[in-house]
């Protein structure tokens, strides 16, 4: 199994797809207003993105989710109006449900796919085995990269002033928010 890992090419396709994606929003959305930027990597398909979503977006999805969840529950189907239960979140957490989700999207070159083609079974030990290695290496580097865009953005794009946030993905969740 070849687990390797470019750790200081990772962290310049990162930087790179941050800038990449901050200027095609400028010159595709000048005006758009950004309430969430979040990065992602995904280590069985070796892609990373770069999404991004307005407050607007956030509060109809959100709110989507509000009747979704009373219908269900006027229903009578607990167990689906639990999977819309209200979790008090003001913005989307979910970077595949984004206004603009994928926005800037690079096909990794810093490490290897070789792990998946030796099993069948997508979730395999084997894979969960390298992706586990990746994280190691790969979540501090989407700290620092998120931070990097979190100060980028707001020196260069129109951010939501009261509750602009950045996130990045883990080996658990799709989105860790950026502490400042």
Known sequence: ???N???ALYQEEMLS???TAIKKLKAEHPDYTVFTISLTTDFASGVSAVHFDS???SERYLKNEAEQYQKYLQAGNLSMAEMYAPTGE???TNPADFELPFY????NESFSLNFEEEQED???ELEDEASCVYWEEATPILKQVAAVAYRTAKSELNVDTEAFEVSY???EDWYYPLEK
Do not use: C, K, Y
């Open 122 to 124: 997508e979730d395999s």
């Open 104 to 107: 800037a999207e690079i096909q």
């Open 17 to 19: 797809l941050v800038n």
């Open 1 to 3: 199994m070849d687990t």
């Open 169 to 171: 993905n883990g080996p």
């Open 55 to 57: 407050r607007a977006s």
């Open 5 to 7: 890992f470019n750790a």
């Open 90 to 92: 003001i913005r989307i």
